[in-house]
């Protein structure tokens, strides 16, 4: 399958099948991305994957955490506000996703129950934690965003659904107690998968993309 094609196939999925991926795939593709590239080839990440129990008991710990109003205490800066052109995005992806499950603008206790499932993984059978040493900031950032790209990818081509989750980095707490993380490893975001749910309404969410021409700008 060629790369334009996984890119257009690969969408973000929020309900899955009780079907877990067997162990030998996971880490063959988890093997591959480690191909993927990192400025001066440091391999920055340091990825946990959860499932079975380990993944049930997690989804147990984060929701209670998310449910008794504790605030978000993430590792990385999550406090950045889009504004402009990126707040009209935000709020289109939102609303994608919203009408897809027909939950409209003034119900705000249906987009709550909808934004805490990220803590359950979508009921997803596997999820992965994306960790870095905390001192390595931006750079070990965008090395991870590339890792997880190169992941999805793999994931897609070989018939797995995914969906990359900024919200499982907001409460990191519940997650280095259950996995014994280090103190200096930062969790900056994560992603569950496994085999989507065709038939749930909430997968049929699609997503728009901006011109080339509002995107890149070409110089001779």
């Known amino acids: 399958m060629t790369i334009i094609k996984l890119l257009e196939q690969r969408t973000s999925t929020r309900a899955f099948l009780d079907k877990p991926v067997s162990e030998s795939l996971i880490k063959s593709i988890f093997t591959m991305a480690q191909q993927s590239p990192s400025n001066c080839n440091v391999q920055p990440w340091q990825a946990c994957v959860v499932s079975g129990k380990k993944k049930d008991e997690l989804k147990d710990s984060l929701m209670t955490a998310v449910m008794s109003g504790t605030p978000p205490n993430p590792d990385f800066n999550w406090t950045a506000k889009y504004e402009g052109i990126h707040r009209e995005r935000q709020f289109g992806s939102a609303n994608a996703l919203y009408s897809s499950i027909g939950v ?65 980095g907001q409460f990191p707490d519940p997650v280095k107690n259950a996995l014994n993380l280090p103190e200096q490893r930062g969790i900056l975001f994560g992603m569950s998968f496994g085999y989507a749910d065709n038939n749930a309404v909430v997968n049929k969410t699609r997503t728009e993309r901006e011109s080339i021409e509002n995107a890149v700008t070409f110089f001779n």
């Not at 705000?108 to 390595?136: E, I």
């Open 104 to 168: 409209t603008r003034e119900d705000k206790q249906g987009r709550q129950l909808a934004m805490v499932r990220n803590w359950s993984f979508f009921d997803a059978p596997h999820a992965v934690f994306f960790t870095m040493d905390k001192y390595l900031d931006i750079m070990g950032a965008v090395d991870l965003g590339i890792y997880a790209q190169s992941i999805a990818l793999l994931f897609t081509e070989h018939g797995i659904s995914s969906c990359m989750q900024g919200a499982l």
